[in-house]
């Protein structure tokens, strides 16, 4: 019998404020975890840091971002944004369900809603770790960029797809 993979059932829908919470829990696992085979301990601190994390400014921001939440069983597997122009400002998803479609489908989302937007290009500040994902769905890397958080220096890649008027 040929192995089959399955992906689960993936739903998308507005934040809600009462999923701060648990999106903040993506957030800070999606760094802690995923991004550590890409960054140092110091660079996860310095991006991460949940001392300074306050719950209801959390969801105030993620409220103006519009952003939007990937269910997976009812659980949030992932949260995104993006604004009228395209740009991407969020994206991350729990360890747990990293390589099962749920940024593919956040990804297709903000297309979409771009594209809804008038916007002709999306476009994004990319983690070394989501550079691959992202590359496969059609950005290109605009620039290699080298920022100070916290004193700490960090890389990250300036990246943007097309989108074309169809």
Do not use: C
């Amino acid at each position: 019998m040929p192995h089959t993979t399955t992906q689960p059932a993936i739903q998308l829908r507005t934040f809600l404020t009462a999923d701060a919470h648990a999106t903040l829990a993506v957030f800070l696992d999606a760094i802690t975890v995923t991004a550590a085979v890409d960054y140092s301990p110091e660079q996860i601190a310095a991006w991460a840091r949940p001392q300074e994390r306050e719950l209801s400014a959390w969801a105030q921001a993620m409220v103006n971002r519009n952003s939007v939440v990937a269910l997976v069983d009812n659980e949030i597997a992932g949260f995104s944004d993006v604004d009228d122009s395209g740009f991407i400002d969020m994206m991350f998803v729990s360890p747990q369900y990293s390589r099962k479609g749920v940024a593919s489908a956040l990804l297709k989302h903000n297309e979409l809603a771009a594209r809804e937007h008038g916007a002709i290009a999306l476009t994004a500040n990319v983690s070394i770790t989501a550079r691959p994902l992202f590359a496969s769905r059609g950005f290109s890397t605009d620039a290699e960029q080298h920022l100070l958080i916290h004193g700490i220096r960090m890389t990250n890649y300036r990246m943007s797809k097309q989108l074309d008027s169809a």
